[in-house]
């Protein structure tokens, strides 16, 4: 990416954000745009850009993401410079892709975000297996009291696989997060 210009539009936590750093550390120049400000990922570096508009960022960038958590928002095709490549993470259609069409050279990736949200879920799955299964836990007491030099034979210590109240409710947010954001999106 080094040299290129990238615009990212919607500074989340969850993308935007990252995306933009990730990208500055591969070399590009990033404006990351936001509702009330744009900023420069530059040289590892944050800088506050004065006077830069919306427009402005993405007329001078090849690589453009948008990921605008609304179905409202649409970006204007007119910015787009031919030879850009457009990509929407978002789980709504940010780009009107009839007109996009028409600007020449583009290369459009639409609608990452079902992606986005199968990796979340997969991810989610691999922690517990990992981390939280049952047999897992159980293994990881087994080792710790033999660490410990324990001396009692055939005595195994059971505890619950969801270690407190607080797990049980953030499993549950998350699921439940999870299973609305898919919904949202069919």
Not at 40 to 48: D, V
Request: proline share 5%; with cysteine.
């Amino acid at each position: 990416m080094e040299g290129q210009v990238v615009t990212v539009i919607n500074r989340s936590e969850i993308v935007g954000r990252p995306l933009a750093a990730m990208l500055a550390n591969d070399g590009a120049d990033v404006y990351s745009v936001d509702i009330n400000s744009i900023y420069l990922f530059r040289g590892g570096r944050l800088h506050k850009c004065e006077g830069e508009t919306p427009e402005s960022c993405v007329r001078k960038s090849s690589v453009v993401v948008t990921g605008v958590p609304t179905k409202a928002y649409r970006l204007p095709t007119e910015w787009i410079q031919p030879d850009t490549t457009v990509v929407n993470v978002a789980s709504f259609k940010n780009v009107d892709e009839e007109s996009l069409w028409k600007v020449p050279g583009v290369t459009y990736v639409p609608m990452v975000g079902k992606v986005t949200v199968a990796m979340l879920e997969r991810n989610l799955v691999r922690l517990y297996e990992n981390f939280h299964h049952p047999d897992v836990r159980l293994k990881a007491v087994g080792d710790e009291e033999e660490a410990e030099g324990g001396t009692e034979v055939g005595k195994i210590t059971t505890i619950p696989w969801y270690g407190s109240a607080l797990q049980i409710y953030t499993a549950a947010a998350v699921t439940a997060l999870l299973a609305l954001t898919v919904t949202r999106s069919k």
